[in-house]
């Protein structure tokens, strides 16, 4: 299946913990990437692989994987998260085809 | 550093081409894939096209497949992407970004470029 589907929005209270998921078959192949996108600005990669963070980005951010279901978990997040998020991986039928899930955005209140 | 600097974009009619550019800088451009990842008016993101480090291997997006090409000069250290047959809902703004996803994760990303296609 080459569809990756994510909630369209998630709001979480100031310092709280929020998890947006990403749910697509080809995430039982291939892990989720997931980026940030602030209005006006490229996206920034926050989470690859099983749980790698790049350099620069705050250890509030975590990933997960189970089944077809990657996470990105921000625990304590903070107004600076408010953004859109998006995974991302690799269609898992041996075409090369990339799929980007259709983002979340999130609001922190 | 790594640095990414799309250019090239640009109003265009549809039926007519474009060829965008990606200057890179701050890494060993030759040993990684590239991308390209394209974001209509207020929509999410859309992959296009990668090409890995040599240029030998290129995939598309079915959407673009047969009208868009992505090439590399690693001598120059520029990705590139010719885009034909333009059409309205091509417009976009067009991001190059380092890695293809599988592979290696897209960790890095130019400023983008705005492709608009309107008559």
């Known amino acids: 299946s080459s569809e990756l589907t994510q909630d369209p929005a998630v709001s979480v209270a100031l310092g709280q913990t929020v998890r947006i998921t990403c749910q697509g078959d080809?995430?039982?192949?291939?892990?989720a990437s997931w980026y940030q996108q602030k209005p006006g600005q490229a996206p920034v990669l926050v989470i690859y692989?099983?749980?790698n963070r790049p350099s620069g980005i705050p250890d509030r951010f975590s990933g997960s994987s189970s089944g077809n279901t990657a996470s990105l978990t921000i625990t304590g997040a903070q107004a600076e998260d408010e953004a859109d998020y998006y995974c991302?991986?690799?269609?898992?039928?041996?075409?090369?085809?990339?799929?980007f899930g259709g983002g979340t955005k999130l609001t922190v209140l | 550093e790594v640095q990414l600097l799309e250019s090239g974009g640009g109003l265009e009619q549809p039926g007519g081409s474009l060829r965008l550019s990606c200057a890179a800088s701050g890494f060993t451009f030759s040993s990684y894939a590239m991308s390209w990842v394209r974001q209509a008016p207020g929509k999410g993101l859309e992959w296009v096209s990668a090409?890995?480090?040599?240029?030998?291997?290129?995939y598309y997006a079915d959407s673009v497949k047969g009208r868009f090409t992505i090439s590399r000069d690693n001598s120059k250290k520029t990705l590139y992407l010719q885009m034909n047959s333009l059409r309205v809902e091509d417009t976009a703004v067009y991001y190059c970004a380092k890695g293809y996803p599988g592979d290696s994760p897209l960790d890095y990303w130019g400023q983008g470029t705005l492709v608009t296609v309107s008559s």
């Open positions: 080809s995430l039982r192949t291939y892990y």
């Open positions: 090409i890995s480090g040599s240029g030998g291997s290129t």
């Open positions: 692989g099983k749980n």
């Open positions: 991302n991986s690799r269609d898992s039928s041996g075409t090369h085809i990339v799929m």
